[in-house]
């Protein structure tokens, strides 16, 4: 996977690109830019026209992922570090990245968590929960940047 551009500290960027809305932003461990970004997309979704139940699951794969990024990415660095997020709304699909300045991690080294021995161990429900509510998940090689994508309409399973 290419790298994706970085943003100068505290940059925001949105507009529209190609029939879709997309947005950029440099986000520090702060709850107001968190809600900031969160309020953007969900506003974006609103004007495509996505349902309050697709609001609902885009919203909570987004909390997890930042986090995700936050808590463990984030684990060991300075609290300042900040996670670049992207997305880009369309009618047809939601796209959303956050990227960690961390060193990664193996995506299919995550315990399921839903089996009988893992119930009690409190790791892995943040990306059950993500791979539950978006269509498609991707990360990238070094395991730091996670790429989640939403539907209007889910491809037919085969």
């Known amino acids: 996977m290419t790298n994706q551009p970085r943003h100068s500290p505290d940059a925001s960027h949105a507009g529209h690109s190609g029939g879709s809305i997309r947005h950029s932003a440099v986000v520090h461990h702060d709850r107001g830019e968190v809600e900031a970004v969160q309020d953007a997309l969900e506003a974006a979704m609103t004007r495509c026209g996505y349902s309050k139940a697709s609001l609902f699951a ?31 709304v369309s009618p047809d699909e939601v796209m959303i990245a956050i990227e960690d300045q961390g060193p990664g991690f193996k995506p299919d080294a995550v315990a399921d968590c839903t089996l009988d021995e893992n119930l009690e161990v409190p790791r892995g429900r943040g990306v059950m929960l993500i791979r539950a509510y978006m269509h498609e998940v991707r990360y990238n090689d070094k395991g730091n940047r996670v790429e989640m994508f939403f539907r209007a309409k889910p491809p037919a399973s085969a």
């Open 58 to 88: 885009v919203r909570l794969s987004f909390q997890e992922g930042i986090a995700n990024a936050f808590n463990h990415g984030h684990k060991n660095l300075p609290p300042h570090t900040p996670a670049i997020v992207e997305f880009a």
